[in-house]
């Protein structure tokens, strides 16, 4: 079997608190390392399944779709949008984005505010709260000046005035802001001291694409746009579940397989280093660990890990286990190395 491992943020930021991640710095250090274009995730991903040639290319990822076909809807031929629910906080001169990791957001809550604020989209858009934290407009109509935007969670506290959309839909999203200053839900939020949610966040504009392919059996993730890329290419998908132990029960004993941890990003896009080591503490214990373990055992024959943002790939197999002249070396001296 060889599993490949698409973990963004693993390298992160200096400054993470010193932590033991045996597996993870000899996987790195004996592995034979490939160089890409950078790329986020989306990006990534897109790229994997056939959708551009290249993160170079500037082919968007029509995330809106792909999270519809995720979530069992029939995309059909139509525009979609994500427009997930944000918190936009007004600095002295600028407006920063805390995208839905920073703050938790109930079913109800999610469906109370989607409800408020379809009455303003009727002819245009039709809305549909998915999950709290990703939510979808799908255009009733063609035309309108395209969107080009990244994802709430790569600007995390950034200044959005370069990353709003066109012009021409401004009118719109003031509409919606207004209708969400004003709902209880908010007002609720805002005597419990929590950050309400006075914005959606348009990215990932476009029609499902042409079936979507790619060399893997199955995928395991979470993430929607990675689920709805399977589901396009007709491959076997599912959760990761708890981790590798339970993962591998599941497996076959061959083929090549994908598994998208993207556990790290929020932490990272939030700044919270603390929970970042959390993270990847637990990505140690509950995937790397178990997974080399796996590998010097022979269950699995080849394991490689993707960091996306990095442009960079470590494939190992079992034989470059035994390559003990290359030393492990702590991830933050690695990550030091690639800033």
């Known amino acids: 079997m060889h599993l490949e491992l698409v973990v963004p943020a693993l390298f992160p930021a200096q400054g993470l608190p010193p932590a033991s991640l045996p597996a993870l710095e000899l996987l790195l250090a004996r592995g034979r390392r490939s160089e890409a274009a950078a790329a986020d995730l989306e990006t990534w991903l897109a790229c994997a399944f056939g959708l551009a ?24 031929a139509y525009e979609w949008l994500r427009a997930d629910p944000v918190h936009l906080r007004a600095e002295r001169d600028h407006v920063l984005l805390v995208p839905s990791p920073a703050f938790a957001l109930s079913a109800e809550e999610a469906q109370a ?37 990244q994802p709430p969670i790569t600007l995390a506290g950034a200044n959005i005035d370069p990353h709003l959309p066109p012009k021409a ?42 079936a979507a392919s790619g ?46 941890l993207d556990e790290l990003r929020g932490a990272q896009a939030l700044g ?14 509950r995937w790397l660990a178990p997974l080399l373990a796996a590998l010097k055992a022979g269950r699995v024959g080849m394991l490689t890990i993707h960091v996306p943002e990095a442009a960079a790939s470590f494939e190992t197999a079992r034989g470059d286990l035994r390559r003990f002249w290359r030393r492990p070396r702590p991830l933050a001296e690695y990550a030091i190395t690639q800033a």
């Not at 990822?61 to 069992?72: D, S």
């Not at 408020?116 to 709290?132: D, W, Y």
Request: aromatic fraction near 4%; proline fraction near 9%.
């Open 53 to 76: 040639k290249s993160p170079r290319e500037t082919v968007p990822v029509p995330a809106g779709a792909l999270t519809a076909l995720a979530h069992g809807l029939d995309p059909g």
């Open 113 to 149: 505010l989607a409800l408020a604020l379809a009455p303003l989209l009727v002819g245009r858009f039709e809305l549909h709260a998915l999950r709290p934290d990703q939510w979808c407009l799908r255009l009733e109509a063609e035309g309108g000046e395209a969107i080009v935007a």
């Open 169 to 210: 839909w401004h009118p719109l999203l003031t509409e919606l802001q207004m209708a969400l200053y004003e709902h209880p839900v908010n007002t609720t939020r805002e005597r419990r001291g929590e950050p309400v949610i006075n914005s959606l966040w348009l990215w990932g504009a476009g029609k499902l694409p042409p």
């Open 215 to 260: 060399p893997w059996q199955s995928l395991s993730a979470n993430d929607a746009v990675a689920t709805g890329l399977a589901r396009s290419a007709g491959m076997r998908h599912r959760t990761p579940g708890a981790g590798a132990a339970e993962w591998l029960e599941r497996a076959p004993e061959d083929g090549r397989h994908l598994l998208v």
């Open 272 to 285: 919270d280093l603390d929970a970042l080591a959390l993270r990847l503490r637990e990505i140690e214990e």
